[in-house]
T-cell receptor, first 115, second 109 residues
Framework: EAQVTQNPRYLITVTGKKLTVTCSQNMNHEYMSWYRQDPGLGLRQIYYSMNVEVTDKGDVPEGYKVSRKEKRNFPLILESPSPNQTSLYFC??????????????FGPGTRLTVT | GQNIDQPTEMTATEGAIVQINCTYQTSGFNGLFWYQQHAGEAPTFLSYNVLDGLEEKGRFSSFLSRSKGYSYLLLKELQMKDSASYLCAVVDSNYQLIWGAGTKLIIKP
């Protein structure tokens, strides 16, 4: 089954404790992206990757890191989480980032709470 | 700046028709997407428009007017399962998606 998976689905952590949210897709997609979603603000892009070893900042990259060493994986790293990073996070992938016509496939989401 | 406007919330009755509007101001235009998102779940693709006009897909239709910077999503024969948020997203000149905040649609029996 074609899908995007994220782990963990739920995470409660404390300020300053490094964490990684994994994302994996099995569709051989070139383009992958991380979003956060907060009430009333919609989806905001954190980072995206056009292909392996190519990553770029989105609209809200501060406090986050990513890497794309393999085509299928795109982990999101929070080196020192803070309460303002409490949010619902989505990973998404698309066939390519250089054509507009391909929809994004989203993972199930990770609900992160930082206390 | 780039901006997508959608109503925050709409209410409709089961079996009726509802139109959700989206207006946009972006640097360039390479298409417009509509996604459906049930509470606490991931967004799922509904439609993509790049040319002016109406695209029909079952009970859902999407319309685009590029000259007016305007799109709408039309939902017919509403069902309770259509209660969800509907997200409008525009692809700008750099092929980046600009997202609206979404419209929460409440269906009443």
């Amino acid at each position: 089954e074609a899908q995007v998976t994220q782990n963990p689905r739920y995470l409660i952590t404390v300020t300053g404790k490094k964490l990684t949210v994994t994302c994996s897709q099995n569709m051989n997609h070139e383009y992958m992206s991380w979003y956060r979603q907060d009430p009333g603000l919609g989806l905001r892009q954190i980072y995206y990757s056009m292909n392996v070893e190519v990553t770029d900042k989105g609209d809200v990259p501060e406090g986050y890191k990513v890497s794309r060493k393999e085509k299928r994986n795109f982990p999101l790293i929070l080196e020192s989480p803070s309460p303002n990073q409490t949010s619902l996070y989505f990973c998404a992938s698309s066939l390519t980032g250089t054509s507009a016509a391909y929809e994004q496939y989203f993972g199930p989401g990770t609900r992160l709470t930082v206390t | 700046g780039q901006n997508i406007d959608q109503p925050t919330e709409m209410t409709a009755t089961e079996g009726a028709i509802v139109q959700i509007n989206c207006t946009y101001q972006t640097s360039g235009f390479n298409g417009l997407f509509w996604y459906q998102q049930h509470a606490g779940e991931a967004p799922t693709f509904l439609s993509y428009n790049v040319l002016d006009g109406l695209e029909e897909k079952g009970r859902f239709s999407s319309f685009l007017s590029r000259s007016k910077g305007y799109s709408y999503l039309l939902l017919k024969e509403l069902q309770m399962k259509d209660s969800a948020s509907y997200l409008c997203a525009v692809v700008d000149s750099n092929y980046q998606l600009i997202w609206g905040a979404g419209t929460k649609l409440i269906i009443k029996p």
